[in-house]
């Protein structure tokens, strides 16, 4: 195909939303997935309805091949989104994500060089030449696969445009269909980010065969505002992360940016061409499936989302101070600006109870998006029940944490039998454990403390018997009310990767215990495959072990 008859992929006259929740959102220290979770996750992004959904990095690992090629076969389909793969500059990993991404009704690569001189002196050791000469080639090889490529200067955010132009231009002469403009260390500023991709505009000279894409980190806390900047100044496509998790501080946050252009459609129309009071949505995201989604990737992940947070904190919507309250009851608008409906943030929270039979429960789990195996279903709803006779209410809350400790499980290779602590005023806290391995032998140990859970975490030290750092241990309750449910979420460290563990119980002490074992049941799963995936960014492209 000749770059001169190259359509772009998508049309432009709305903004693009492309999530990379399970690939750079998956790189968040601790927030790494199993094959059922990112499956789960990749539906509920169908149903909110991004327009491309970046999979993973199938190069890294069998088990993130797999999931890529997966999630192709099960959401990739002619109405669904794109599904991509993401490929360093080199041709084992192009392969490999074309490979992954062949089921798919609509497949993409996105294939990635780094092009800031920083990059180029201390990561790749390559030079501008060089680099201006492996993109267009690995875009070319990208492309005898599908005619969906993506391409991206890693670090643009940091890269001199005089070198950027020459280098975008010669990836979409090669067949890019859309050139990413990546942040990579959430450096820049709005106005610099704005002038950054109003420059590619004026300066590439066959921009118009491309979708212009943004791709930004939160290190200063302005993605959401660099990318704003970027729709100003001609970009439509957004590279954004459910939540904002991702490398370090993240990505910058889909529900963000969606209901920013929501709630602000009037001041961006005009940006996009249409007059300011068109009502036409910018972007194509079903806006009732925000919380949803954001509440499953929040409890999958183990990354809870900070009261605080835009859009879908537990704050978010709450008006606490008698002044506001007031205001609210005389004229909702005197303090909001949108409607907590509108992300699909519903009052009537009560959704089962003691006397609610299997399916009911099957059928709300499906529509907040798990969707469990008739053995996760059962052992769920032995939990619901239990739950249930000890909860009058068993809200939405409720079933998402019990759910997510059935979902959320490492192959367990120690099974929690028993614990038992005994502590108090003047007392040792003491702990015993009995765990089970998977060949079913008991193990029983038992440990002082500091406190009641340390004590336990200690019993399961002398049996589980992995080195670790314990770097966090939060405990909140599910839901309102002296009877509910208490919500444990720990990471712990080993080496220099970190897991987590969740899990949420009506006695604390449980879900602590639970939760530890989560971590560690992850670790060791880790430790016996010896295997540890490749991080796509810091290792650079193994081109020379590649037949170029
Ligand atoms: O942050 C970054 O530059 C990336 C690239 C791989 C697009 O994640
Ligand atoms: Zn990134």
Do not use: W
């Not at 998402?400 to 290779?413: N, S």
């Not at 839901?479 to 444990?488: P, W």
């Not at 540890?532 to 072990?545: D, G, T, V």
């Amino acid at each position: 195909m000749s770059s001169s008859t190259v359509q772009p992929a998508a049309p432009t006259d709305r903004i693009l939303i492309f999530d990379t929740t399970l690939r750079d959102g998956e790189q968040s220290p601790g927030a790494s997935l199993n094959l059922d979770e990112k499956l789960a996750i990749a539906k509920q992004l169908a149903r909110l309805r991004v327009d491309i959904i970046e999979a993973g990095f199938p190069f890294a690992s069998p088990g993130d091949f797999e999931a890529v090629q997966r999630i192709a076969e099960a959401v990739g389909t002619v109405e669904g989104p794109t599904i991509c793969g993401l490929a360093r500059a080199s041709k084992a990993d192009i392969k490999a994500a074309a490979d992954a991404i062949a089921p798919a009704a609509k497949g993409r690569i996105h294939t990635f060089i780094a092009s800031s001189d920083i990059h180029l002196e201390y990561k790749l050791k390559k030079t501008r030449a060089e680099v201006l000469e492996i993109a267009p080639e690995m875009v070319a090889y990208a492309k005898s696969f599908t005619d969906d490529v993506e391409f991206s200067p890693e670090d643009a955010g940091r890269s001199d445009p005089e070198f950027l132009y020459p280098l975008l231009e010669a990836a979409i002469a090669a067949g890019a269909t859309t050139v990413n403009i990546p942040d990579t260390v959430g450096f820049t500023t709005p106005a610099e980010f704005g002038k950054l991709i109003r420059g590619i505009k004026e300066n590439v000279s066959n921009i118009d065969q491309a979708i212009i894409s943004v791709h930004g980190h939160n290190d200063l806390g302005l993605a959401v505002a660099n990318f704003l900047s970027a729709v100003e100044n001609g970009a439509r496509q957004l590279e954004c992360t459910i939540n904002g998790i991702g490398e370090r501080a993240g990505n910058a946050a889909l529900e963000e940016l969606v209901m920013a252009m929501y709630v602000r459609r009037s001041y961006y129309n005009p940006f996009l061409g249409r007059p300011a009071e068109s009502e036409a949505p910018l972007t194509n995201i079903n806006t009732q499936e925000i919380y949803k989604t954001s509440r499953l990737v929040s409890n999958l992940t183990g990354m809870s989302v900070q009261p605080n947070k835009a859009i879908v904190g537990s704050n978010a919507f709450a008006h606490e101070s008698g002044i506001h309250q007031d205001g609210m009851l005389k004229n909702k608008r005197t303090y909001e600006i949108m409607d907590a409906e509108t992300i699909g943030l519903t009052t009537n929270r009560i959704t089962l109870g003691k006397l609610s039979g299997r399916n009911a429960f099957r059928s709300r789990l499906t529509e907040l998006g798990y969707e469990l195996g008739d053995e996760e279903l059962n052992k769920a709803f032995v939990r619901f029940k239990d739950v249930a006779d000890k909860k009058r209410d068993v809200t939405d809350r409720d079933l998402e944490a019990i759910v997510q400790d059935e979902t959320r499980q490492a192959e367990e290779l120690y099974k929690l039998l028993h614990v038992q602590v005994s502590s108090g005023t003047n007392a040792k806290p003491t702990a015993t454990v009995v765990l089970q391995t998977v060949d079913g032998v008991e193990l029983m140990d038992a440990a002082i403390g500091t406190g009641p859970v340390d004590a336990v975490y200690r019993a399961i030290n002398r049996v589980v018997k992995v080195p670790n750092e314990l770097i966090e241990f939060s405990v909140k309750s599910v839901t309102e009310g002296i009877d509910a449910m208490g919500e444990v979420t720990i990471r712990v460290r080993h080496e220099d990767r970190i897991f987590s563990g969740h899990s949420a119980n009506t006695d604390i002490i449980v879900a602590s215990t639970q939760a530890y074992l989560n971590a560690l049941n992850r670790l060791s799963t880790m430790i016996q495959g010896g295997q540890r995936p490749l991080h796509p960014q810091r290792e650079a492209a193994a081109r020379e072990a590649a037949s170029v």
